[in-house]
């Protein structure tokens, strides 16, 4: 789906922060910055990834990342454990811009409930869009 000049695939999940979510074939969840999120960021220039073992809940930040306007918070699409962070990102933090939904991914999270978090986030759609179009509103320069 494209929304103004952003794209965001159909087949994700997004959260009101502004990062996308899918699960894997063992229902893991993959992580990162949507498109909106790197093209308001501008370029990334260093992420702290999230550590391996950590626990994180929904909605609450994990990690930090950093472009050249300012620091931003990684947020967690779901409640779980990391159990796998991009390593490609600490000597090529770009990826995020470059690549946001492929090689850009930040983490990998064993969800607690999965089936519950899904519920609080988000699929491409009007509702999705109406809230796109609300945010680019806010971030207008």
């Known amino acids: 789906m494209k929304i103004n000049d952003y794209e965001f695939p159909d087949d994700l999940y997004y959260e009101k922060n502004h990062f996308w979510a899918k699960t894997d074939d063992e229902g893991n969840v993959i992580f990162g910055a949507t498109d909106f999120f790197q093209k308001l960021a501008g370029e990334i220039v260093y992420i702290e990834l999230p550590m391996k073992g950590a626990k994180v809940k929904q909605g609450e930040s994990l990690s930090s990342l950093e472009s050249g306007k300012w620091v931003g918070k990684i947020f967690a699409p779901v409640t779980g454990q990391i159990i796998g ?3 490609e990102l ?3 933090p770009e990826l995020i811009n470059e690549s946001p939904y492929n090689e850009g991914w930040i983490a990998k999270i064993k969800p607690d409930n999965l089936e519950e ?3 609080n986030l988000m699929k491409a759609g009007k509702e999705f869009e109406d809230f796109i179009n609300q945010e680019s509103e806010k971030h207008k320069k």
């Open 85 to 87: 962070a991009n390593d």
């Open 90 to 92: 600490e000597d090529s």
């Open 117 to 119: 978090d899904l519920k």
